[in-house]
């Protein structure tokens, strides 16, 4: 059974707590290690990733916090769909036809979480830089879900249970231990059994069959969030909740899917994830009217 510890900085009592892994999940599957190479370069190494084919197990699953909806606020959100749907009989104020009614619920970005699109990883990632060149930025692509329904998609949340490799030197107060996400339409596996050339999954020169943006041909990956400098203790962070306006579902299309790496740069730095989960949410529409 593992230990879980909660703590709360006393600068930080009107925040949400986050729980920490004192002790994280074992890596019990078999380790596969791919050497990331330069890719103008095959023969020199830039760095190392190992991926533990397991399966992330129930009893884990709620160590993860989820930033879900505040108490009551479902409630109002019903409320509100009933009172513009109904009208109210007394004043002047009529009834709304159900299109309309969509249309201010969107407007005022009124979101739940899809439990229907909301997709974990299955498999740990550790990513590690083994050269002293600052510039490259070593990366494996670790997870992904399946073919998004885009009607029904409001926006995506990636969460992850994580660590750097815990110690700074010489100490500096910039991460470079990160992860980004994107929105991938073309060349990309629909079942989450397949993979990137290789066992393991992409790695920095691989990615050629993802998606690029028309203007520049570049890869469509954007930062979701780091790990803390230096803390050796695996914890939760939830990366920005990025709605469907948003420049990076410019090009989704039906069936696109969303797409994790893990990322690091300068010399042996490491990028450690022990859970990971993009949640979806979907535009708030009640069951019954």
Same mark, same amino acid.
Not at 151 to 175: E, F, I, K
Not at 234 to 251: K, L
């Given at each position: 059974?593992?230990?879980?510890?909660?703590? $709360?900085?006393?600068?930080?009592?009107?925040?949400?707590?986050?729980? %920490?892994?004192?002790?994280?999940? @074992?890596?019990?599957g078999p380790l596969v290690e791919n050497r990331i190479h330069d890719p103008q370069n095959p023969t020199r190494v830039l760095g190392i990733s190992r991926v533990s084919f397991v399966s992330v197990s129930p009893k884990d699953q709620p160590q993860i916090r989820r930033p879900l909806l505040p108490d009551g606020e479902l409630l109002s959100y019903h409320q509100l769909w009933r009172a513009l749907l109904r009208g109210s009989e007394p004043s002047s104020r009529?009834?709304?036809? /159900?299109?309309?009614?969509?249309?201010?619920?969107?407007?005022?970005?009124?979101?739940?979480?899809?439990?229907?699109? =909301?997709?974990?990883?299955?498999?740990? $990632?550790? /990513?590690?830089?083994?050269?002293?060149?600052?510039?490259?930025?070593?990366?494996?692509?670790?997870?992904?879900?399946?073919?998004?329904?885009?009607? *029904?998609? &409001? &926006?995506?949340?990636?969460?992850?249970?994580?660590?750097?490799? !815990?110690? /700074?030197?010489?100490?500096?107060? $910039?991460?470079?231990? +990160?992860?980004? +996400? !994107?929105?991938?339409?073309?060349?990309?596996?629909?079942?989450?059994?397949? #993979?990137?050339?290789?066992?393991?999954?992409?790695?920095?020169?691989?990615?050629?069959?993802? @998606? =690029?943006?028309?203007?520049?041909?570049?890869? %469509?990956?954007?930062?979701?969030?780091?790990?803390?400098? &230096? *803390?050796?203790?695996?914890?939760?962070?939830?990366?920005?909740? $990025?709605?469907?306006?948003?420049?990076?579902?410019? *090009?989704?299309?039906? !069936?696109?899917? %969303? @797409?994790?790496? &893990?990322?690091?740069?300068? @010399?042996? +730095?490491? *990028?450690?994830?022990?859970? !990971?989960?993009?949640?979806?949410?979907?535009?708030? #529409?009640?069951?019954? +009217?």
């Open positions: 059974m593992h230990q879980l510890e909660l703590r $709360v900085r006393p600068d930080q009592e009107h925040l949400t707590p986050t729980f %920490i892994m004192a002790t994280p999940p @074992a890596l019990d009529p009834a709304l036809p /159900v299109e309309l009614v969509r249309m201010v619920v969107r407007a005022s970005a009124l979101m739940v979480p899809d439990n229907q699109q =909301t997709h974990r990883a299955k498999e740990h $990632v550790f /990513v590690r830089v083994t050269t002293y060149d600052e510039r490259p930025v070593v990366s494996q692509v670790w997870f992904w879900t399946k073919p998004l329904h885009l009607a *029904n998609v &409001a &926006a995506a949340q990636l969460v992850t249970v994580s660590r750097d490799q !815990g110690w /700074v030197s010489p100490r500096t107060d $910039v991460c470079h231990s +990160w992860f980004e +996400w !994107g929105v991938f339409c073309g060349g990309v596996p629909a079942e989450e059994e397949a #993979e990137f050339g290789r066992r393991g999954g992409a790695v920095t020169g691989d990615e050629k069959a993802w @998606a =690029t943006r028309k203007a520049g041909g570049q890869h %469509i990956w954007r930062r979701s969030h780091g790990n803390p400098v &230096a *803390n050796f203790l695996y914890q939760q962070h939830n990366g920005e909740q $990025v709605g469907i306006d948003d420049e990076m579902w410019d *090009n989704a299309t039906e !069936g696109s899917v %969303i @797409a994790v790496r &893990a990322c690091v740069q300068q @010399a042996l +730095w490491e *990028n450690d994830a022990r859970y !990971g989960e993009i949640l979806v949410w979907k535009w708030f #529409e009640p069951v019954v +009217w």
